[in-house]
């Protein structure tokens, strides 16, 4: 995962958890905007969450923000 991504969804995680508490969950899509204006970027993330590490379409914020964080 490149690093403007992993920063990206570190901040919208901590964004999200800081807002609705550490219970709150989220999908990649949460990520990005309602338009696809990064494509490649999208699939990386898709590619990350879905392929890579076999997600559920929607997982705890924390879970996610921890993952990325250690470096998975």
């Known amino acids: 995962m490149r690093s403007i991504l992993?920063?990206?969804a570190i901040t919208v995680c901590n964004e999200k958890i800081a807002k609705?508490?550490?219970?709150v969950g989220l999908s990649?899509?949460?990520f990005?905007?309602?338009?696809?204006?990064d494509p490649d970027l999208l699939m990386e993330a898709a590619e990350w969450w879905i392929r890579t590490h076999e997600l559920d379409h929607f997982e705890?914020?924390?879970?996610?923000?921890?993952?990325i964080a250690s470096g998975l």
């Open 32 to 37: 990005f905007a309602n338009k696809n204006d």
């Open 20 to 23: 609705k508490g550490e219970t």
């Open 28 to 30: 990649f899509y949460a």
């Open 60 to 67: 705890k914020a924390v879970k996610i923000r921890d993952m």
């Open 6 to 8: 992993r920063t990206k």
